[in-house]
């Protein structure tokens, strides 16, 4: 017995070293199979390989948005036949500079100089936006692009918004411009990969989108505190849900709020757009807090309102805030592990720029400093501008919004009717609906936003002045005078379509106003109320405006072929057998 116990516990020694042995050559290998491929869930922070591919494919994807709106609305806005031809505006800028090329480019830098825009306008016009739609489709697909990809985009924008005149007009055409600039120094320069290792994101980019959504927001704080009264009395989103020129289904609740409720959202504006920008200069914490309240600010105007695809468009250079260890959640294990690679790569070896592109690079960094001097300087006048660029590139520009709010909300509404005397008291008026714009009370506000209707955006502009300030006005009513098939695309419903056009459209103002929830007007299904201001466009028929359009070079609209003959008694008749129709919906 003695002797198989001695046995027992040799034995049980020797396994319990041979275990030891295993367990401590496993430790080793799992040691050194982690040393080969680093933990992909930590990565550094302070580098920005993962920045750039979300920036990239976030930028792609406006620019999509943007080339989409180009192709569905372009014809009918600046088209041949167009609101507001571009062909017009070309000959102008030509005559103006006497064909010199290099000076009309300077003046509307467009690639339709190169194209057969005098002949085949609307062709050009669709090119160029299939092409943005190709390029931006790629971006966004792969994740990547190289420097030539994002010039091509660049350029085809630069193309569409320096014709796009009124129709083109506003801040976010301008940012996006500016966005794109800096992604084109965000890229290799042939390479389509999502990590070229040989070229890391460049921290001048970096620093420049951050110094761009320091300029958008504090722009926009400083024009509100220095505009309208009701910012600095906190009473302005008391209004704004109502008058936003494009309301949705949630600024109708939104709208009803508390006044306290209100208060609060004005100041915690306030917060966000003078305040919060400075925490960028107070290291990685703060800087990535900036970004988080800068995106979700972004994100509340997108859910209460259709700004086009300004807010989506904001929220890219809110992207450049954070780091490839804070976004390294949305990735996939293997990228994060490459990621992690090129890192330990460039952590051992230094990186390593190449000569030309680091000449690039401090090329950039000083344009940057001397195109942000005239927008510095404007940012801190007391008469600062907003949304205004320096120089014809829109390179680095001034943004701002919303500097007054408007505290009724004003509506054009058109009318057209089949009388011979439009002053007629008994004259039946049928009602042209726009597709976001409010017309009927009964019409649900639209959810649109990134995507933009041009034309309804504009009618609440023109809300604010009169028709003679708004030529594209006149000719919108001279094309529905001839049922123009093309420019009632443009709108939801126009009420004489497959009819014979109307004999007369004018323009009348109505001041809406949202109906009280759960009040008899609510639950008739009505989201407005309405009550008339007045004539905005006496009656006009396509003969009264002949000499107007002629004088600002656009062609007359010509009646369809199969209502030119239908005039005198067969008018009348048409007239009578729809009488009950028309007669129906005045009552509604």
Known sequence: MAAFHKFSESEIRQRTVAKSVIEESKSIETEERNSETPDAYSLESKTYWLTRIALLRFLGFIYGVAFCVALQQNKALVG???LLPADVHLRAVQTKFKGDMPQMLASTPTLLWFMDWEYQLDWCLD????AGIALSSLVVLAGAANMITMIALWMLYHSIANVGQTWYGFGWESQLLETGFLAIFFCPLFSLRQLPSRTPPS??????????IFRIMLGAGLIKIRGDKCWRDLTCMNYHYETQPVPNPLSYYLHQSPVSVHKLEVLGNHVIELIAPWLMLMGRRMTLLNGALQIFFQVVLIASGNLSFLNWLTIIPSISCFDDASLSWLFSQATRTQVSKIQQQHKSVGSQVAGLRRVM?????????WLSIPVVTNLWSSKQKMNTSFEPLRLLNTYGAFGSITKTRAEIILQGTYSEDPQ????????YEFKCKPSSVKQLPC??????YRLDWLMWFAAFQNYQHNPWLVHLVAKLLVNDEVITDLIAHNPFYGRTPPRFIRAEQYIYEYTKIGSKEAESGAWYKRKYKGSYMTPVSLDQLAAGLKYLGWPVPETPRQYAKETGNNHENRKQTNAGTLKKKKMQ
């Open 203 to 212: 921290l001048v980019v970096i620093w420049g989108y951050r110094w761009l």
């Open 361 to 369: 690079e401090i090329c950039l960094a000083i344009l940057l400093v």
């Open 127 to 130: 090119v160029l936006a299939l």
């Open 447 to 452: 959810v649109i936003s990134p995507y933009h």
């Open 424 to 431: 007629d008291p008994k004259a039946i008026w049928e009602e």
């Open 80 to 82: 041949k036949n167009g």
